[in-house]
């Protein structure tokens, strides 16, 4: 079973716009952290938030954490055709065993 | 620094028949973890090798094995392949334990097709 679920499990948008994808899981973690993968390739990591941030930014990209929601979000802005990709949460945590497990992820489609 | 390598990339097995997928990670790096990627179940975690010591398994049956070697390359083998094995094969490797606060670095994968 996974650990994150995504919502939305898609989005399209135009290019400019924001994108905001969401992030629930369901026990204690240590960190959170959110990767990209574009069609049939490997994983590229983007960000990694700890369980005692709430939020934290890189480049484009805006990642917030509610640890009493179990919930987080990525926000990218100003959103590229380059953007269009598959967007993956992983959580690791004691509970799941401290290995880092992946949600269903959210499929993103810019348009130019 | 080179990149996560994993060959082969594309692999075609018929039902019955056992595959090796190979995995070589970053220098330096001493964890290797797998998962099997398919649309209906996503990611899902196989294994994780540090030190050449399995150190975290998930939820697959015993036809999947791994090992990993002084240097840190890893190897995966599938026994007895079903239908339902055909997926992308992705390899990560990290600095250390994959569920401490390290980034993993992905291969870009070893798509394998039973037929």
């Known amino acids: 079973s996974q650990q994150g679920e995504e919502d939305p499990q898609a989005l399209s948008i135009q290019e400019g716009e924001n994108a905001t994808m969401n992030c629930s899981y369901k026990?204690?973690?240590?960190?959170l952290q959110w990767y990209r993968q574009n069609s049939g390739r490997g994983l590229v990591h983007l960000i990694l938030?700890?369980?005692?941030?709430r939020e934290k930014h890189s480049g484009r990209l805006r990642v917030t954490l509610d640890t009493s929601k179990k919930s987080s979000s990525l926000l990218i802005t100003a959103s590229r055709a380059a953007d269009t990709a598959s967007y993956f949460c992983?959580?690791?945590?004691?509970?799941?065993?401290?290995?880092?497990?992946f949600g269903g992820g959210t499929r993103v489609l810019v348009k130019p | 620094k080179a990149g996560v390598t994993q060959t082969p990339r594309y692999l075609i097995k018929t039902r019955g028949q056992q595959v090796t997928l190979s995995c070589s990670p970053i220098?330096?790096?001493?964890?290797v973890s797998w998962y099997q990627q398919t649309p209906g179940q996503g990611l899902q975690f196989l294994f994780e090798?540090?030190?050449?010591?399995?150190?975290n398994k998930g939820n697959f049956p015993g036809r999947f094995s791994g090992r990993q070697f002084s240097n840190s390359r890893s190897e995966m083998n599938v026994s007895t392949l079903e239908l339902g094995d055909s997926a992308l094969y992705l390899c990560?490797?990290?600095?250390?334990?994959?569920?401490?606060?390290?980034?993993?670095?992905f291969g870009e994968g070893s798509r394998l097709t039973v037929l």
């Open positions: 990560a490797s990290s600095e250390g334990l994959a569920g401490g606060h390290g980034e993993l670095f």
């Open positions: 026990t204690s973690i240590n960190n």
């Open positions: 938030i700890r369980s005692n941030e």
């Open positions: 992983a959580t690791a945590g004691k509970a799941a065993g401290n290995k880092l497990t």
């Open positions: 220098s330096g790096h001493r964890s």
């Open positions: 090798y540090f030190s050449e010591t399995q150190r």
